[in-house]
């Protein structure tokens, strides 16, 4: 299995850059393509999907959220942070069958 | 529009079988992948298995011997089956449409495990 390895937490300042990284044991790439991807989850609901390919933004997601990355390492960034943005992250792969990592826990100072 | 929905039920004895169906509108299952995708309290998210648009299927390799997803596309439903269900399983399990990734989600259904 691809393990993917995401730091527990992070904090910033209202109207800072988060910057939430993922890093994989294996290359996530495939023709072209990065097989990575980025949810948000707030406490009580589903996640939902931010970024897909490492750097598509999904439907309806503002473009204060972007992705970027290949290969075994990966970057959510969100700027500038807004209050609504306090969640957990994670950043699955699927270049194989998919893997999550464990979330980043994003907190205001 | 896209929706799934979890049903099932919140409450399985230990050694029991789990049942669960999910139930999507707006898209066809020979159009779009299905993948169950669970989290246990307070913990992070574990993709349990997929159902593919042909009908073939792909697991977890922790959960690959208890585990059994099929589908009835008539009723858009798909179905989720684990046997032998310890403590550890409890869980809000989660359906998911696989497009470019798990583009939509439904609301997720709390198993508990217990007797």
């Known amino acids: 299995d691809i393990v993917l390895t995401q730091s527990p937490a992070l904090a910033v300042s209202l109207g800072q850059r988060a910057t939430i990284s993922c890093k994989t044991n294996?290359?996530?790439?495939?023709?072209?393509?990065?097989?990575m991807h980025w949810y948000q989850q707030k406490p009580g609901q589903q996640p939902k999907l931010l970024i897909y390919?490492?750097?598509n933004l999904a439907s309806g997601i503002p473009a204060r959220f972007s992705g970027r990355g290949s290969g075994t390492d990966f970057t959510l960034t969100i700027d500038p942070v807004e209050a609504d943005d306090t969640a957990t992250y994670y950043c699955?792969?699927?270049?194989?069958?998919?893997?999550f990592g464990a979330g980043t826990k994003l907190e205001l100072k | 529009q896209v929706q799934l929905k979890e049903s099932g039920p919140g409450l399985v004895q230990p050694s029991q079988t789990l049942s669960l169906t999910c139930t999507v509108s707006g898209f066809s299952l020979t159009s779009y992948h299905v993948s169950w995708v669970r989290q246990p309290p307070g913990k992070g998210l574990e993709w349990m298995g997929v159902?593919?648009?042909?009908?073939?299927?792909a697991y977890n390799s922790l959960l690959k011997s208890r585990l059994s997803i099929s589908r009835d596309i008539s009723k858009s439903q798909v179905f989720l089956k684990m046997n032998s269900l310890q403590t550890e399983d409890t869980a809000t399990y989660y359906c998911?449409?696989?497009?470019?990734?798990?583009?939509?989600w439904g609301q997720g259904v709390m198993v508990t495990v217990s007797s």
């Open positions: 159902i593919w648009t042909g009908g073939s299927t």
């Open positions: 699955q792969q699927s270049r194989n069958l998919p893997t």
């Open positions: 390919l490492a750097s």
């Open positions: 294996q290359n996530v790439d495939y023709y072209g393509n990065s097989y």
């Open positions: 998911a449409r696989e497009g470019e990734a798990l583009d939509y």
